[in-house]
């Protein structure tokens, strides 16, 4: 009986040596699920190549968008809609990164002295990069399942957006 008991022992000892244990490559948590940021809050104003209006074409409809920079930290982005309405977006920042849009609907990746990356972050919202071209000229391009779509948008002298 004592030899059925320290058998017994002896093999649960074997059970619980062999249980497999996570690595740490295997394991997760949120800050490895978020995005890394890579730009400090002063890196908005390498955007003021943005400020004043620009008109492009998207599906055959001519977009017309206005940025203004109103401190350090703020930019707002007045556009017309689909009805001919004044609209207006802005860069927020909030826990140590920008967003843009109503609700935070994108994360600011990415700010560089010619481009800025946008990630969504609702289901319904696609990627999209904004890459200057020159001082007349930037594209706008949204990354989609179906490939990139770029527009391209012009500075312009209207005086409304």
């Not at 093999?11 to 890394?36: G, I, K, R, Y």
């Not at 955007?47 to 350090?72: P, S």
């Amino acid at each position: 009986m004592l030899r059925s008991f320290f058998f017994l022992i002896f093999s649960l000892s074997l059970v619980c040596c062999q249980t497999v244990q996570p690595q740490n490559d295997e394991t997760t948590s949120t800050e490895e699920a978020a995005p890394a940021i890579r730009y400090a809050p002063s890196s908005l104003q390498k955007m003021h190549w943005l400020a004043g209006i620009w008109k492009g074409e998207e599906a055959g409809q001519v977009t017309r968008q206005f940025f203004q920079f109103h401190n350090d930290r703020t930019l707002e982005v007045m556009y017309t809609d689909e009805d001919g309405d004044l609209s207006s977006l802005a860069f927020t920042w909030f826990d140590g990164s920008y967003y843009y849009g109503t609700g935070r609907r994108w994360l600011v990746t990415w700010i560089g002295e010619k481009d800025v990356r946008f990630d969504p972050m609702h289901p319904d919202a696609e990627p999209m990069t904004w890459t200057r071209l020159n001082d007349q000229q930037w594209h706008l391009i949204r990354h989609t399942p179906s490939g990139d779509k770029a527009t391209l948008m012009e500075r312009t002298d209207e005086m409304q957006p």
